[in-house]
């Protein structure tokens, strides 16, 4: 079956620091890659997509390429801020099927 | 307000006793998901509803658990016995072709459940 792969937390980073949480995936077909967040208190939202290979989606100076040849997705930010501590979960979809998400990273950003 | 609402935000009970959970999705969206989001344990898919046809019960953990969608709207949780570790934090997602396309979910903001 469908699986995701992110490491494991916690991450702790100085504000400003390069942000790197990797996400590997394993799936039939052509899946449609996400990362979501889930801010302190908060509900899961959609952070960035993806939909096939060599796309890249962005938000929020976040980052992450579709790589179909090495089947990851890893999300990058040039310069965290405390704003953006979080829990990070990769995950992908395959039509409107159930999403599989990775076990989720947790991010810490200290002044 | 617009987005996926879930109810109640907090329930406490004793082990043995059931529990409803619902969920309002998004209007319009046809497709709806329960999730479980356990500490440690990242999120478990449980059940999906789509349109009228038949639900994907396949992430369902025992028989204890049960889900319904009425009218194609709202969706009901049923948690039957309640154990410890039925312990977690509830999701409800929805989804429809409209959102632009169909694998962008909408998530709840969840329903913590504690089992005594």
């Known amino acids: 079956g469908d699986s995701v792969t992110q490491m494991e937390g916690p991450v702790t980073l100085s504000e400003e620091a390069f942000l790197t949480i990797n996400c590997t995936y394993t799936?039939?077909?052509?899946?449609?890659l996400f990362w979501y967040v889930q801010y302190p208190g908060e509900g899961l939202q959609l952070l960035l997509k993806a939909t096939k290979a060599d796309d890249k989606g962005s938000n929020k100076g976040f980052e992450a390429t579709y790589r179909k040849e090495t089947t990851s997705f890893h999300l990058e930010k040039g310069s965290v801020q405390v704003s953006d501590s979080a829990v990070y979960f990769c995950?992908?979809?395959?039509?409107?099927?159930?999403?599989?998400f990775g076990i989720g990273t947790k991010l810490q950003v200290i002044p | 307000g617009a987005g996926v609402s879930q109810s109640p935000s907090n329930k406490v009970t004793e082990k043995g006793k059931d529990v409803e959970l619902r969920c309002d999705p998004i209007s319009g969206h046809t497709a709806l998901y329960w999730y479980r989001q356990s500490l440690g344990q990242g999120l478990e898919f449980l059940i999906y509803?789509?349109?009228?046809?038949?639900?994907?019960k396949s992430g369902l953990p025992s028989d204890r658990f049960s889900a319904e969608r009425t009218g194609g709207s709202v969706s009901t949780l049923t948690i039957q016995r309640t154990q410890q570790e039925d312990s977690a934090v509830y999701l409800c997602?929805?989804?429809?072709?409209?959102?632009?396309?169909?694998?962008?979910?909408?998530f709840g903001p969840g329903t913590r459940l504690t089992v005594l």
């Open positions: 509803f789509q349109g009228n046809s038949a639900p994907d």
């Open positions: 995950a992908l979809i395959r039509g409107y099927q159930k999403v599989t």
């Open positions: 799936a039939t077909g052509y899946p449609s």
């Open positions: 997602a929805s989804s429809s072709r409209t959102s632009g396309s169909w694998d962008e979910q909408f």
